[in-house]
């Protein structure tokens, strides 16, 4: 542990609206996507990623749609979105950066 620098802290908001910039994940170390236990979906999103073979989805009986992500979700390959282009607003919407 000598030596090493700790990681850099990261802070996380989320926009008011999605941001769809090609870009903005790049040099990412996918950290919004291990560092919380789900996240939130419309019914409509629950049905496209079901589609898309999600295996940690959860319904709640309050009527709550979530897809499990805690440590790391099943659509991140090689740190990278395997679903980019149909990902939740919740994940449209959230952008991290260094404090």
């Known amino acids: 542990m000598f030596g090493r620098h700790p990681p850099a802290k990261r802070r996380g ?3 008011d609206a999605p941001l769809d910039d090609n870009t903005r994940c790049c040099n ?3 950290d919004c996507c291990r560092g919380f236990p ?3 979906l419309s019914a409509a999103e629950y049905l496209c990623l079901q589609r898309l073979g999600a295996s940690r989805l959860e319904f709640t009986l309050t009527g709550h749609f979530y ?4 440590n790391g979700c099943e659509f991140l390959v090689d740190n990278r ?3 980019y282009a149909q990902r939740p ?3 449209r ?6 404090d």
């Open 28 to 30: 990412c170390a996918a």
């Open 13 to 15: 908001r989320l926009l």
């Open 38 to 40: 789900s996240v939130a």
């Open 89 to 91: 607003a919740i994940c």
């Open 81 to 83: 979105c395997a679903i």
């Open 67 to 70: 897809l499990m992500i805690e």
């Open 93 to 98: 919407r959230f952008i991290c950066s260094d």
